[in-house]
């Protein structure tokens, strides 16, 4: 069965340093999302993606943050100027329609040290 | 203000007792309302979508039904194996995104 893939599943960073997370979707998908979950927390929406284009972002969302399309299979998500509250697990999911029966991966575990 | 509640927080059942977890939501224009098993340490996964008040869908010992204000999922003589967290998920009209539950962890004593 396809599934969504996340790399790393892991990741340790200092304050105030880039990461890049790494997601490849479901190949025939076409809306791509980044969701988190702080440790405790309810899961929550970051952004969606179609066409190249970001669809929707919420107020988390901001200039710290990028998505980008880099090539045909990927989908990454940058977060510049790392904060100690930015420590979370970070969801990329997938769906063949938009906002209908999202396949998530297993989720990279991000600590901002 | 929580737009999709959901309740229990935790429930420990024994296993083969049958129980039901609810999620109320207080969001118009409802689109689509979803059910996710959460493993620790995972990625959601997908159970069941419904649309409409009245709606139904069933999947070995779970069933999700839909009212105009909530959503039930059943749990028929559930197993160890059904421990999880289970995540309910609403797409309305006014947002483009899929927003999330605090979940209810269920735990199925053998």
């Known amino acids: 069965e396809p599934e969504v893939t996340q790399t790393p599943s892991h990741q340790v960073t200092q304050m105030g340093q880039e990461v890049i997370l790494r997601c490849v979707p479901i190949?025939?998908?076409?809306?791509f999302y980044w969701y988190r979950q702080i440790l405790g927390q309810k899961v929550e929406f970051l952004v969606s993606f179609y066409n190249n284009e970001i669809s929707e972002k919420s107020e988390i969302f901001d200039d710290q943050f990028s998505v980008e399309r880099p090539d045909g299979s990927n989908f990454t998500l940058k977060i510049r100027s790392t904060k100690l509250e930015d420590s979370a697990m970070y969801f990329c999911a997938s769906s063949g329609q938009r906002n209908e029966k999202l396949f998530f991966g297993s989720g990279t575990q991000l600590s901002v040290l | 203000e929580d737009q999709v509640t959901q309740s229990p927080e935790a429930l420990r059942l024994q296993e083969g007792e049958s129980s039901s977890l609810n999620c109320s939501y207080t969001v118009s224009g409802l689109r689509g309302l979803f059910w996710y098993r959460q493993d620790p340490g995972k990625g959601p996964e997908f159970l069941f979508t419904l649309y409409s008040a009245g709606e139904e869908k069933e999947k070995e010992r779970l069933k999700a039904t839909l009212t105009k204000k909530e959503s039930f999922l059943h749990i028929t003589a559930p197993k160890p194996e059904d421990s999880a967290t289970y995540l309910c998920?609403?797409?309305?009209?006014?947002?483009?995104?899929?927003?999330f539950g605090s979940g209810t962890r269920l735990s199925i004593r053998p």
């Open positions: 190949s025939n998908h076409l809306y």
């Open positions: 998920a609403v797409h309305y009209s006014s947002a483009s995104k899929i927003i």
